[in-house]
């Protein structure tokens, strides 16, 4: 991603959409691990050591509104040579752009190794699936209802219904949900760089 201020076109938008993107624990992430990897160089410089991150100061999880949006599992050692940066911005767009890197980093970088990607579906499944316990009994409710009213007679809503239902809807949301992540980090169509990178970073 570029750092001139011209190309900031989408890192502004995003901004004038939502003006607390800056301050959610995804974009506060990035400069956090910036900020501890300028400390441990500053210490390698102050001890003349060779200089590794260690991954217990790299956070795990970046979140989004309180989840994850990225696995950093497939990834945990962000080094200063891999291109993310350390250098720590203030600048609404600037932070902005400093986490697209990172989406950039795990959801971009790695379409070699399928595993990568299949470790970012099961973050996302775990955070964003519905729980079969806090599906709603309203659900099943309308479900029996609708099903009466197409002539389909009274279903019982027994724990053998629900578990069945419940499967079937967290599978379907799964499935969607792969769809997406496919579909985004594909490189079908061209960024709005011009380049054919994918459509995470896509304006």
């Known amino acids: 991603m570029s750092n001139s201020p011209q190309s900031r076109y989408g890192e502004q938008f995003l901004h004038s959409q939502d003006s607390d993107l800056q301050h959610s624990p995804a974009v506060k992430g990035e400069q956090a691990r910036r900020a501890r990897l300028q400390q441990l160089r500053e210490s390698r410089a102050q001890h003349d050591e060779d200089y590794v991150v260690p991954t217990e100061h790299v956070p795990r999880d970046i979140q989004l509104d309180d989840q994850a949006t990225t696995d950093l599992d497939a990834q945990p050692n962000l080094e200063p040579h891999h291109g993310l940066g350390s250098e720590v911005h203030t600048k609404p767009a600037e932070k902005i752009e400093d986490w697209l890197a990172i989406l950039q980093h795990t959801h971009e970088d790695h379409r070699d190794d399928p595993r990568v990607l299949e470790r970012i579906k099961a973050s996302y499944h775990k955070r964003?699936?519905?729980?079969?316990?806090?599906?709603?009994?309203?659900?099943?409710?309308?479900?029996?209802?609708?099903?009466?009213?197409?002539?389909?007679?009274?279903?019982?809503?027994?724990?053998?219904?629900r578990h069945a239902r419940a499967q079937e809807l967290i599978a379907g949301q799964e499935e969607s949900l792969d769809r997406w992540v496919d579909y985004l980090t594909s490189e079908a169509l061209p960024t709005r760089c011009g380049s054919s990178t994918g459509h995470l970073l896509a304006w």
Request: hydrophobic content about 35%; glycine content about 6%.
């Open 128 to 161: 964003y699936v519905v729980h079969e316990e806090n599906i709603p009994k309203a659900v099943y409710e309308l479900e029996a209802r609708i099903a009466r009213n197409m002539g389909y007679g009274d279903i019982p809503i027994t724990d053998e219904y």
